[in-house]
């Protein structure tokens, strides 16, 4: 089967950008791929999934900003990651493992993501040429981030770290609440305010 590329659907636009910068697809794979995967929209603090649910989606964040979360044994929410345009995002372990979630997924705004079932990418692993280059990309590209994220939180300032996410995440500070950031950064909303005022000294 063969498929014009003018018809495939244009919503998909950065979700077959992004998949083409990964691996070699073809119109008529990455077609069949969009028709097992669907869009979906979560207004501001809704939740994409939450602890202790089977994952079985991995989502692609169209627009809009996605914020990952744990919770403590004390009850205490702890930000292990934002996700923003054009990113893929999950909890990976559960997904692969078939475990329950041990992570919370939150829009942080009105966000749009395009859905790709477990059932989309089996199918991608089975007939697609490079459906198992897919899967792996994905995963090790999260799995990259969060070694670099341990490593630095281990061997790099807070200011370090702070400058880091300003340029991983640029405007994060009109998007996001400042208690988040702090709890990303693994600082107290008072050691943030320390830091913004040091940089605003340096400017």
């Not at 996700?83 to 009105?110: R, W």
């Not at 007939?127 to 590209?141: F, V």
């Amino acid at each position: 089967m063969t498929t014009d590329p003018k018809n495939i659907d244009i919503s998909f636009g950065s979700f077959r950008n992004t998949l083409s910068q990964l691996i070699t697809i073809s119109a008529s794979e990455m077609v069949q791929l969009e028709s097992r995967c669907h869009r979906k929209s979560f207004l501001k603090k809704a939740y994409l999934s939450v602890e202790d649910q089977s994952v079985n989606e991995v989502f692609f964040v169209l627009s809009g900003l996605v914020r990952v979360t744990i919770v403590d044994r004390e009850g205490r929410e702890h930000t292990s990651h934002f996700s923003k345009e054009n990113e893929f995002i999950a909890d990976y372990g559960s997904f692969l493992t078939h475990n329950k979630a041990v992570y919370h997924l939150q829009a942080l705004e009105d966000t749009e993501v395009i859905v790709m079932p477990r059932t989309a990418i089996e199918w991608g692993y089975k007939h697609m040429q490079e459906g198992q280059k897919l899967g792996r990309a994905i995963a090790e590209s999260y799995y990259i981030y969060l070694d670099t994220r341990i490593q630095r939180q281990y061997t790099l300032t807070a200011m370090q770290r702070y400058e880091l996410m300003n340029e991983t995440f640029p405007n994060i500070h009109n998007r996001v609440p400042q208690h988040m950031i702090a709890s990303y950064l693994g600082i107290t909303p008072i050691h943030l305010s320390r830091i913004k005022k040091a940089e605003l000294i340096k400017a």
